[in-house]
């Protein structure tokens, strides 16, 4: 078995002529409902909000002049001032750092070393318990946020904290995730030029002892969604 | 490649006269299946998803060849490394020769669930390789720790109580006696977070892979995956070679089954998209990303009269929903894929000594109705059935019973004959309609059900009575 790769394929051929597969179901029958498109904003945001609370994830909406106070209160009631975040020119608010940092907080975007030191980078990060990313898009169907890594995008910021906040923006909700590929016509092409992408719906969560529902296991135990009013 | 030493009839004692077992898999299946049932309730196109799902599947496998040569393209492509494993000891060999390449003298392995892993026996190769491996999803680690195999494949450690989970983390980090699952699943949290930062590699399974863009999505709740492929500086990637999905907007398709019917959720908490290494500029995630394609016996069931049970997406409703899987738990069947569909993948992955576990099924079809992608679960069960026969390993006395059972089918005489004497033979055995013990061998019977009498008066004889009856009157 010089070449597994050709020897597997040759299988699959050989097993293709003879395989016994069930004819396909006529899909013009039946067809999927295409992806909403009548949602209002409000309501868009109304659902999302109502899906990610019941998750118990928690939705805030404030004018994006106060994005800097509400997530320094955040921190606050966290009693932390050092956040992993996505870097300026990621984040939905210009000057955000800026004002972090007026109000005493340490907004952190890591570059971790891709050999030598990688491990000391690492340790520095562990401890750091809010995250705040900005996102791709809010699914209001289920709640969801998408996020997509790339330049000045820690993706830990979304899943090595105790508490994540994401800034996201009106024009960012999407009724279904359907809808926002469908928006998408690039995203195959994205997905290409980037190593990495998160759906995120709510807090993590595990039902792995008795099937008792216990919130924040690995990832965040707290995910706060901020829309952010122009 | 069992997984456990017993017989298939004493792992089915010891299940049913477990009464812990017992009141899990009840609370698992009556939960489970009400909650994926609101959840397909509430979407008002399901079975258009549920058809949709089924074709992407089918049209997945009907051209398995060529969407396997783009998406190992594209993967490349994407700087990933993909390594083809015809056999499970292939895809072994090609982990630990990964974990080794790290150059780390005691590599250590932050490991996500994945059923192709224990579908090859992942770890302890590694284990004794001096490999650290240690499992990260909640439920994967409550039973590497108590050395046990997964009961469930969405729910693992489903067949534990919580105080046995107390015992073993008092035993094992000496954390005092508790009945608080928010407590223990705490401790579980900040040990685990040390693996994560500690990790030379880590190993995550695949739930889809996108030929399109050579991604590979991966569906948890708990985040463990994310960090098991985030933090170390590899990331190496299980998957079997039959878990494609050609587009994005297929993988949305499939991802509005999955969560929903395997445990209830409209949406996992996580859905991670690989397409790659950390790219320049990015400033965090591993530098390796390499995908390991596992055969493992699937590209020669894809030949076989078991082909459909390779569109499963591996949900598990179809455990939760089956009469059998609900008195006997995963242990019961001994293999790594327990429940209706491990019944068929269980054989035609591993082998002739699964076939049996063909026969633990009532055909009563629930499997098939609950599955997201309508599998006809009962008609591979008989068709494995069929290969138990034919292999010859059925007792000689059920040849010779069903010899006789045929002649007495084809001859009226006999078959009257044998109505009249077996009705006779059994109304004087019986008790109130029932036979409750016979000796052995027919005891086989009466061990676990009660025989009913053969009534006095065939149903041919009713039947002739009923006819003369109505045709006297008026039709209904």
């Known amino acids: 078995m010089s070449d597994p790769r050709a020897h597997i394929l040759q299988n699959i051929r050989r097993s293709l002529q003879t395989a016994p597969l069930p004819a396909r179901p006529n899909l013009d029958e039946n067809p999927v409902r295409p992806p909403a498109s009548d949602w209002s904003a409000s309501e868009l945001a109304e659902r999302f909000a109502s899906e990610l609370t ?39 608010v210009p000057g955000l750092w800026e004002s972090l940092r007026a109000a005493g907080l340490d907004p952190v975007t890591p570059d971790i070393p891709r050999a030598d030191g990688r491990a000391a980078a690492l340790d520095d990060l562990e401890p750091i318990t809010l995250g705040l990313t900005g996102a791709d898009a809010a699914v209001a169907e289920t709640g969801t946020l998408v996020l997509l890594a790339g330049p000045g995008r820690p993706r830990l910021a979304a899943m090595s904290v105790r508490a994540h906040i994401a800034l996201i923006t009106p024009a960012q909700l999407y009724p279904t995730l359907a809808a926002w590929l469908a928006a998408r016509p690039d995203l195959a092409e994205q997905l290409r030029a980037r190593s990495a992408g998160l759906f995120i719906t709510g807090p993590s969560r595990t039902a792995d002892i008795e099937m008792t529902l216990t919130v924040g296991v690995h990832g965040p135990a707290e995910v706060i969604v901020v829309l952010l009013q122009p | 490649m069992t997984t456990s030493p017993l017989a298939f009839h004493d792992r089915i004692e010891t299940a049913l006269h477990n009464p812990v077992l017992q009141g899990a898999l009840d609370r698992n299946a009556e939960r489970r299946i009400a909650g994926r049932n609101q959840r397909f309730g509430e979407l008002d196109d399901i079975e258009a998803v549920r058809d949709r799902g089924r074709a992407i599947r089918l049209d997945v496998l009907a051209r398995l060849d060529e969407h396997l040569e783009h998406f190992a393209a594209q993967v490349e492509a994407n700087g990933g490394r993909v390594h083809w494993a015809p056999t499970a000891e292939d895809a072994r060999r090609i982990v630990l020769d990964l974990v080794r390449a790290t150059g780390a003298a005691a590599p250590r392995v932050a490991k996500s669930k994945s059923m192709v892993s224990e579908e090859i026996h992942l770890n302890a190769a590694l284990e004794q390789a001096g490999v650290e491996v240690v499992e990260t999803d909640l439920g994967e680690f409550i039973i590497q720790l108590r050395g046990e195999t997964p009961s469930h494949i969405i729910t ?178 001994g293999a790594v894929y327990s429940g209706p569909i491990g019944s068929i993948v269980s054989p035609a992955l591993f082998g002739a000594q699964f076939n049996e576990l063909a026969n633990a099924s009532t055909l009563c079809g629930a499997c098939r109705d609950i599955c997201p992608v309508r599998i006809d679960i009962p008609s591979m069960l008989l068709a494995v059935r069929a290969r138990h026969v034919r292999a010859g390993q059925p007792p000689a006395w059920l040849k010779a019973g069903l010899k006789l059972f045929a002649l007495g089918m084809s001859v009226p005489g006999l078959y009257r004959l044998a109505q009249f004497f077996g009705g006779l033979g059994t109304r004087l055995l ?18 676990r059900r009660d025989f009913p009498a053969i009534p006095a008066q065939p149903f041919r004889a009713r039947w002739a009575q009923r006819r003369s009856n109505t045709d006297a009157g008026p039709r209904a």
Not at chain 1, 61 to 85: D, G, H, K, Y
Not at chain 2, 190 to 216: C, M, P, W
Not at chain 2, 319 to 328: G, S
Request: glycine residues 8%; aromatic residues 6%; charged residues 20%.
């Open chain 1, 54 to 92: 019941a998750l118990s994830g928690q939705f805030l909406t404030v004018p994006a002049a106060q994005a800097a106070e509400v997530v320094a209160r955040l921190a606050r009631e966290r009693q932390t001032n050092r956040l992993l975040a996505w870097s300026l020119e990621q984040l939905p």
């Open chain 2, 430 to 447: 019986a008790r109130q309609g029932w036979i409750r013990s016979l000796p052995p061998p027919l005891n086989a019977w009466t061990l």
């Open chain 2, 156 to 333: 693992p450690a489903v067949h534990l109580r919580r105080e046995d989970v107390s015992d073993l983390f008092h035993e094992r980090f000496g954390m005092p006696p508790t009945r608080d699952v928010e407590a223990m699943t705490a401790l579980a949290q900040r040990h685990l977070r040390q693996v994560y930062f500690r990790a030379d590699v880590g190993i995550t399974g695949v739930n889809f892979g996108v030929a399109e863009t050579g991604t590979i999505a991966i569906v948890t709740n708990e985040g463990n995956a994310d960090l098991s492929k985030d933090v170390p500086r590899v990331h190496i990637a299980l998957m079997g070679l039959e878990r494609l999905v050609p587009t994005l907007a297929d993988l949305d398709i499939l991802l509005r089954l999955l969560p929903r019917s395997a445990t209830a959720q409209k949406a996992s908490s996580y859905v991670s998209l690989v397409s790659g290494p950390r790219r320049p500029g990015e400033p965090d995630g591993p530098e390796e990303f390499h995908v390991v394609l596992v055969d493992n016996g699937r590209s020669a069931t894809l030949g076989t009269e078991l082909a459909e049970a390779l569109l499963c997406i591996r949900c598990g409703a179809c455990l939760n929903v089956c009469p059998v899987f609900r008195e006997i738990g995963g242990h019961g069947y």
